[in-house]
T-cell receptor, first 111, second 113 residues
Framework: GESVGLHLPTLSVQEGDNSIINCAYS??????FIWYKQESGKGPQFIID?????DKRQGQRVTVLLNKTVKHLSLQIAATQPGDSAVYFC??????????FGKGTRLHILP | NAGVTQTPKFQVLKTGQSMTLQCAQD?????MSWYRQDPGMGLRLIHY???????DQGEVPNGYNVSRSTTEDFPLRLLSAAPSQTSVYFC????????????FGPGTRLTVT
């Protein structure tokens, strides 16, 4: 069936380096793609979104890239900090009001 | 402004028991949803609602009922609990615009024995 998924379950990054978290999707009809951050024991928290007619969107220290040709989404975090340690989920907002999440990538920050 | 609140925080049920997980939001959001998260997994959509009086099924609706009689409240009912429903349940709400930037509650950790 159609789903949103991730390439890597765990990503270890040196503090201060840039992090890149990837996501593959299969539903071409989704209108928005969204990144959420989930810290241990908490609910997910919205980071940034991108509409399907855009290629790139920047926020504070984060950039989301969308490649519709290969159905690929990425989240780039600049100058990774210890507070960035969390699980990151991509999600898609389908045209039927369903917001479907992928499995998540755990970002581990090395000192 | 409390955001999204969920009660209870923890619950243990025996197989076959029923219960209702409560969810409330005070942001006047049209859209509300319920997800379950199993250990080491992503969130799976159970049910969602685009407004008072309207509900629809998500990815994994079997064994759960919802209702939306007011904008603020979106309770999730487990009809006859099964061990497979052991999970963390998250409620979320948002406006129905753009990507539907959802605000999540703190979750309810449910164990079914």
């Amino acid at each position: 069936g159609e789903s949103v998924g991730l390439h890597l379950p765990t990503l270890s990054v040196q503090e201060g380096d840039n992090s890149i978290i990837n996501c593959a999707y299969s539903n071409s009809a989704s209108d928005y793609f969204i990144w959420y951050k989930q810290e241990s024991g908490k609910g997910p928290q919205f980071i940034i979104d991108i509409r399907s007619n855009m290629d790139k969107r920047q926020g504070q220290r984060v950039t989301v890239l969308l490649n519709k040709t290969v159905k690929h989404l990425s989240l780039q975090i600049a100058a990774t900090q210890p507070g960035d340690s969390a699980v990151y989920f991509c999600a898609e907002n389908r045209l039927d009001d369903k917001i479907i999440f992928g499995k998540g990538t755990r970002l581990h920050i090395l000192p | 402004n409390a955001g999204v609140t969920q009660t209870p925080k923890f619950q243990v049920l025996k197989t076959g028991q029923s219960m209702t997980l409560q969810c409330a939001q005070d942001m006047n959001h049209e859209y509300m949803s319920w997800y379950r998260q199993d250990p080491g997994m992503g969130l799976r959509l159970i049910h969602y609602s685009v407004g008072a009086g309207i509900t629809d099924q998500g990815e994994v609706p079997n064994g759960y009922n919802v209702s939306r009689s007011t904008t603020e409240d979106f309770p999730l009912r487990l009809l006859s609990a099964a061990p497979s429903q052991t999970s963390v349940y998250f409620c979320a709400s948002s406006y129905r615009d753009g990507s539907y930037e959802q605000y999540f509650g703190p979750g309810t950790r449910l164990t079914v024995t």
